[in-house]
């Protein structure tokens, strides 16, 4: 029951795929216990459907894995076997395994346990997470940083002794925080924490490296043509099979209900959002929400709702919304102009919306009390 519960209030957090799928709520699915991996993992059976627009079928099925509600969707001549999804989701929990920091045997644990103390081996996979994570400390001159351990665990936001900790402690943790006292070895295959207390948390950009594995696993499968949501992390996978874009629906960062205020139109890409609604407490007039900066050591608030960033992988769409969000509005969207394949959508707190040179008419606005701006104005 814990983890239905848990489910449900990841639905009312996930973003919507308009037009090419029901919404949440008319798709609740059934999730059953199965076994895979080392988890029991939470997984419904498959729901297909015949799709008019494109007279393809539809394969769908849902699962409960890191910390979120997972949709998988393949388009085929015939109902996809389930063995391709015991694949996708038995990946999904190898990684987990590896890289969830409240899991007390994966390789994050184990670095994080060994701070101070020595060098520890891991897979490539934590290699490259933790090299990719560097490279976004460099850009973003370290407000992104992955040893931001201490502070998540100190905010404790999205757990149940979330609260705002006193000034003292908040200095105390941050510290731990550096992520050049990170020492990776790449031919070793180790990574040392050069400090007592330091910690690495992988949760800005894990679930976007975890849908890009996904995405190779269903191409090499033979499948040319799906929809992948890791909690509000959308990848597609090619086109639409009848060569349309798919239109993803930004969520409204103001709705308690999951509503969108737009949609975006996109073919082989990535979109992941970060924003003040995915997991946060109220404290007197205040929502503390769970990007923090290491610089302050709280939560960031810089009049910005939520921002979405279009690219080619969801890694670097996962770090570079949580990256952007950290920069702000005016640095956030410099960033996202030099960087090529990227784009993104700003909400921000005043209503007002802006949309990078890239996206043209690929964006378009639904909830009509928000207003395109753009920074010239
Ligand atoms: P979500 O995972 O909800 O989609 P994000 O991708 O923006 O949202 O990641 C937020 C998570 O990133 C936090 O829960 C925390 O684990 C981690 N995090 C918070 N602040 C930072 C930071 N300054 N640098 C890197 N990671 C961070
Ligand atoms: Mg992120």
């Known amino acids: 029951m814990k983890y239905l519960k848990t489910f449900a ?3 009312s957090v996930m973003m919507l795929l308009s037009a090419c799928s029901p919404s949440p709520s008319e798709s609740e699915p059934m999730l059953e216990p199965t076994v895979g991996g080392e988890n029991t993992i939470l997984r419904s059976t498959s729901k297909v459907t015949n799709d008019a627009q494109t ?6 099925q849902e699962s409960f894995q890191i910390g979120t509600h997972i949709t998988i969707k393949v388009y085929d001549d015939k109902e996809v076997p389930n063995d391709v999804f015991d694949q996708i989701f038995g990946l999904i929990d190898i990684y987990e395994n590896r890289v969830s920091k409240t899991i007390s045997t994966s390789e994050v644990s184990n670095i994080n346990e060994n701070a101070g103390v020595e060098p520890v081996a891991v897979s490539d996979a934590v290699i490259d997470l933790v090299e990719i994570g560097q490279n976004y400390a460099a850009l973003t001159d370290g407000l992104f940083d992955v040893t931001i351990g201490p502070l998540v665990d100190l905010w404790g936001i999205g757990t149940d002794h979330a609260a705002v900790p006193s000034d003292d402690a908040r200095l105390t943790e941050m510290s731990k925080i550096d992520y050049q006292k990170i020492e990776i070895k790449p031919l070793d295959k180790t990574i040392f924490l050069k400090e007592t207390g330091m910690e690495i948390d992988l949760g800005a950009i894990a679930k976007g490296y975890i849908a890009d594995r996904v995405k190779d696993l269903i191409l090499e499968l033979g499948y040319d043509h799906a929809i992948i949501n890791l909690g509000g992390n959308v990848l597609t996978v090619g086109t639409k099979p009848n060569s349309d874009a798919w239109q ?9 209900s999951g509503n969108t ?8 890409n990535s979109i992941v959002s970060s924003g003040i609604y995915e997991r946060f407490f109220n404290a007197g007039d205040t929502r503390y929400h769970h990007i923090i900066n290491p610089k302050t050591g709280s939560p960031e608030f810089n009049g ?3 921002v979405s960033i279009v690219s080619d992988t969801s890694v670097d769409g996962d770090a570079l919304s949580t990256s952007v969000f950290l920069l702000g509005l005016e640095k956030g969207f410099a960033l996202v102009e030099s960087l090529s394949n990227v784009e ?5 707190e005043d209503q007002s919306v ?3 040179s890239g996206l043209g008419d690929r964006f378009i606005l639904t909830e009509k009390s928000y207003v395109i701006k753009s920074l010239t104005d």
């Open 354 to 356: 802006y949309v990078t």
């Open 261 to 268: 205020m737009g949609i975006l139109k996109l073919e082989d």
């Open 248 to 256: 993803v629906g930004v969520r409204d960062p103001q709705s308690s």
């Open 304 to 306: 910005m709702y939520s």
């Open 55 to 60: 007279k393809k079928i539809i394969t769908t």
């Open 9 to 11: 209030v990841s639905l």
């Open 344 to 348: 993104a959508v700003f909400v921000m």
